[in-house]
Structures are given as C-alpha cells and as structure tokens.
C-alpha cells in the first residue's frame, strides 16, 4: 500500500499523487524519531508575580501549543497560597527554547500590566 509522505494517508494500490497534498506517494515511510522531552532544553520566562497569574499564562501557552512547565516558589508550595499579592512570591515558567520567543510574547502580552 502506498503512503503519503507528507501527511503519512495510507492509500489503495494504484493511486500514485496524494491527492491532499499533491505530492506522489512512497510505498514505505520513513521513520521518524521521536525526541525525547528530557533531551530537549528548557529555557526560563519572566517571572510571575502569583500562582494566579502563572496558572492563565499556562494555560494561554498550552492552548497555543507550546508545552510548559510550571515551577512554584517557597510560598506558594510550602504556605499553599495562591493570591497574586503576597510580597515576595514569583512562579516561573519554563518552555522549550525553540518556543521561547513565542511564549515570551505571549506572556508580554498577557501581562503587560504589572
């Protein structure tokens, strides 16, 4: 059966063109490798002033696809707050590098106010 190289579409015998993406077909797809996350280097955002603040540009991140991580400061973890007014409490957000300028206008965007 013939595949898609681009789209990776399994077709019938006979068709030779894909005809999504008008690209001709391979009869065997190569492999792709898969990255590992913990090979990948993460680089760390502008810091947040509140749990609060870091959990919506977490979110806005996730939505456009930019995967995240969220790390907690002392406060926040071991007092359990959540507020965004608490003196002293930041939580920072890691992204991968090669989503570091997107993630960073975003956040910009975001939080320009404060």
């Known amino acids: 059966m013939p595949f898609c190289p681009k789209c990776h579409y399994e077709y019938v015998s006979g068709i030779v063109t894909c005809p999504d993406c008008n690209v001709p077909l391979v009869d065997k797809l190569a492999e792709e490798r898969k990255s590992d996350p913990a090979e990948e280097e993460y680089v760390e955002l502008h810091p947040l002033p509140g749990h609060i603040y870091a959990e ?7 939505r456009a696809d930019i995967p ?18 608490v003196p002293g409490n930041q ?18 965007t975001m939080m320009d106010h404060i």
């Open 56 to 62: 919506m540009v977490k979110e806005a991140l996730e």
């Open 68 to 85: 995240c991580i969220l790390i907690p400061d002392m406060i926040s973890t071991g007092l359990q707050v959540k507020g965004t007014a």
């Open 91 to 108: 939580m920072r957000l890691r992204v991968l590098k090669k989503d570091a300028a997107r993630a960073e206008e975003i956040l910009h």
